[in-house]
């Protein structure tokens, strides 16, 4: 049980297009979905806390205009980095939080990489 | 404010050697904290939590942690490092009320043969 997928698992783009990432759980109703950033050998950093129906919250100096989220259901939120720009290459990994528990269930990631 | 600290980004053990990974945390209130394993492009995995209940816990692939209030401290440790166990580990503490994770720097072990 509580599983979380992220599609795609990797994209590679060019430097001005648009990717959008999916983050769904797949056996669960997520109230909460983060989504995190990872550099190369680095720890995870939050980028915005997405709940269902309502604007995500983002952290301190991640652009909301940049970063796009979605999180229309229960089971799916969008991550949509606009105007991609080779520094926006990264992994990132969305979590899903199960009710009001604490745990957050990671999903596979996705690697971004902009030409 | 929350905030983990995991000492030594790098750790490595002969296999069948005790494993010990270093984490301390510091919340202003009672903290929920946890074990996450990372294996090479992947997702994090969860190992462990701890969440007021009982101090020491006990998670998957034999990894066990004890929470020590006074030295605010959740170390990560197994008794026998398996060839398989290599891969970063991560330490995150949740602040009730604050539902997002606050992740420490990692800690790549490494298995030797």
């Known amino acids: 049980g509580a599983v979380v997928s992220q599609h795609p698992s990797w994209v590679i783009c060019k430097s001005g297009t648009s990717v959008k990432i999916e983050c769904r759980s797949l056996d669960f109703q997520a109230t909460t979905m983060f989504w995190y950033r990872q550099f190369p050998k680095q720890s995870l950093m939050l980028m915005a806390t997405s709940n269902e129906g309502s604007k995500a919250t983002y952290e301190q100096g991640v652009e909301k205009d940049k970063f796009l989220i979605n999180h229309a259901s229960l089971t799916l939120s969008t991550l949509t980095v606009t105007s991609a720009h080779p520094e926006d290459s990264s992994f990132y990994i969305c979590?899903?939080?199960?009710?009001?528990?604490?745990?957050?269930?990671f999903g596979p990631g996705t690697r971004l990489l902009v030409l | 404010a929350q905030s983990v600290t995991q000492l030594g980004s790098h750790v490595s053990v002969s296999e069948g050697a005790l494993v010990l990974l270093r984490c301390n945390y510091s919340s202003s209130v009672p903290p929920y904290l946890f074990w996450y394993v990372q294996y090479p492009n992947q997702g994090l995995q969860l190992l462990l939590k701890?969440?007021?209940?009982?101090?020491l816990v006990k998670g998957i692939n034999g990894f066990e942690a004890e929470f020590k209030k006074s030295e605010t401290s959740f170390h990560l440790t197994k008794p026998s490092a398996h060839m398989s166990d290599a891969a970063e580990y991560f330490c995150a503490v949740a602040g009730t009320g604050r539902r997002a994770l606050t992740f420490g720097s990692g800690t790549r072990l490494q298995v030797q043969p």
């Open positions: 979590s899903a939080r199960v009710g009001f528990e604490e745990t957050q269930y």
């Open positions: 701890y969440t007021s209940a009982a101090t």
